[in-house]
C-alpha cells in the first residue's frame, strides 16, 4: 500500500531564510508525486508534481522538489521564503496501481517577520 | 485554470437530518471524482472514489450508507451525509480529474464546512 510521511508537522523560519520541508513514501510500484499548498480558509492550489523525466521539479512561488528514488524522498524547498508563504504544505502519492492521491499529515509552515 | 466549485461552502444542521454537498466541474468534464474529509489541522483523508454512472468506492472505515455518493454527470458529484451526528462535523473537500492523456490534473474544490449541532 501506498503512503506518505511528513516528517515535520510544524517548521518556523524566519523570513528571506531557506526552508525545507520533507517528505518521504513508500509505494512498490511507480509514483506520481505532488506537493500542494493550503492557505488560511482556502482550497488546495498545486504548487508543483513529479511523473517522470528530470528529478528536479521546479513550481510555482519559487518553489522546487526533487524525487529521489533511493531515498523514496520528495523533499519541498525555497531558498527565501516570504510572510505570504506561511500556510499547509501537503505532500501526496499516487501509485501507478491505485490511481488514488493519498496525502501526508501535513507540515504548517510558519513564516517569521 | 481549471476550476472545481462546491455548495455549499457551509452548512450547520441538526442531528439527524441529512445534508446533500454538490461539486461540479466547470470547465472540464471529469469521469473521476474523489471526495475527502479534513478534521481541524489535520491531514486530507480519502473517503471515496467517484466514478461517473458507476457507483463509487469507498475506503476502509468509510460507511457506504452514510455517505451516498451520486456521480450523475460528467461535470456534477454529490455527497450526502444521512442522518447527520456532530461526529460527522468535518470539512469536506471534492477533487476532480482532468483526464487528459498522461495529465493526472487533480483540481479541488474549496471545501465545505459542516456542523452538526
Known amino acids: 500500500a501506498q503512503s506518505v510521511t511528513q516528517l515535520d508537522s510544524q517548521v518556523p523560519v524566519f523570513e528571506e531564510a531557506p526552508v525545507e520541508l520533507r517528505c518521504n513514501y513508500s509505494?512498490?510500484?511507480?509514483?506520481?508525486l505532488f506537493w500542494y499548498v493550503q492557505y488560511p480558509n482556502q482550497g488546495l492550489q498545486l504548487l508543483l508534481k513529479y511523473l517522470s523525466g528530470s528529478t528536479l521539479v521546479k513550481g510555482i512561488n519559487g518553489f522546487e522538489a526533487e524525487f529521489n528514488k533511493s531515498q523514496t524522498s520528495f523533499h519541498l524547498r525555497k531558498p527565501s521564503v516570504h510572510i505570504s508563504d506561511t500556510a499547509e504544505y501537503f505532500c501526496a502519492v499516487i501509485s501507478g496501481n491505485t490511481g488514488k492521491l493519498i496525502f501526508g499529515q501535513g507540515t504548517t509552515l510558519q513564516v517569521k517577520p | 485554470g481549471a476550476v472545481v466549485s462546491q455548495h455549499p461552502s457551509w452548512v450547520i444542521c441538526k442531528s439527524g437530518t441529512s445534508v446533500k454537498i454538490e461539486c461540479r466541474s466547470l470547465d472540464f468534464q471529469a469521469t473521476t471524482m474523489f471526495w475527502y474529509r479534513q478534521f481541524p489541522k489535520q491531514s486530507l483523508m480519502l473517503m471515496a472514489t467517484?466514478?461517473?454512472?458507476?457507483?463509487?468506492?469507498?475506503e476502509q472505515g468509510v460507511e457506504k450508507d452514510k455517505f451516498l455518493i451520486n456521480h450523475a454527470s460528467l461535470t456534477l458529484s454529490t455527497l450526502t451525509v444521512t442522518s447527520a451526528h456532530p461526529e460527522d462535523s468535518s470539512f469536506y473537500i471534492c477533487?476532480?480529474?482532468?483526464?487528459?492523456?498522461?495529465?493526472?490534473?487533480?483540481?479541488f474544490g474549496p471545501g465545505t464546512r459542516l456542523t452538526v449541532t
Open positions: 477533487s476532480a480529474r482532468d483526464e487528459g492523456p498522461t495529465n493526472l490534473k487533480q483540481y
Open positions: 467517484s466514478n461517473e454512472g458507476s457507483k463509487a468506492t469507498y
Open positions: 509505494s512498490s510500484v511507480s509514483v506520481y
